[in-house]
């Protein structure tokens, strides 16, 4: 999938002519690209398109004027974008009570690492999930990490198989759930390897 380059990314004038519309367009489409799994975990799987919007809202919301503070934030935001054979998600920790903040992401320490988030394909084949690193230590862990799905020709072949069923599970010691991907969901997903 391309990369985000400059020429794309609109000046603050030209974003707010054209926010309404994409921010329509973008909603739907996250809502297609997010997938709950149990009561605490939700994965946005990231695009170009999810990834340019936020490049745009986060221009906006800073009102980023200066040229090397705007290609700063189009680099940041560039390694969201999957690449060859790869998905790519924002995993929220969502946690509704401020009181118990610390205590949920206390209990999801060490979630990021090893294998406990994977994509399983029709029971033949496991995709794990690479975080980004630095987004948690022993002693803390964030609600916000990025996540990256790489995929063997095989199993990026049985994910674009409808007869194989497709599960985003998590396997931590005090966190388990999976959530079948299918529907418009999945038909999204299989588009970010064209």
Known sequence: MQK????????????????DEMR??????????????GDRL??????R?????????????ERMVEEGKILEEIETYNDLIPGERELSATMFIEV?????????????????????VALQIGGRFEVPGIFEGGRSTEEKISAVHFVKFPFSDSARDAFFDWREPVELVV?????KGQTKIEGDTRRSLIADFS
């Open 96 to 116: 509704d009570d401020p009181g118990r903040v610390r205590e949920v992401l206390d209990r999801l320490k060490g979630i990021d690492r090893g294998s406990s």
């Open 49 to 61: 398109d999810t990834v340019l919007f936020q490049v745009q809202e986060m221009i906006r919301t």
């Open 42 to 47: 939700t994965f946005l799987f990231e695009n």
């Open 24 to 37: 329509r367009r973008l909603i739907a489409l996250k809502r297609r690209r997010r997938v709950p799994v």
């Open 4 to 19: 985000i380059l400059r020429d794309d990314v609109r000046d603050l004038g030209q974003y707010e002519k054209v926010r």
């Open 171 to 175: 396997d931590h010691s005090r966190y």
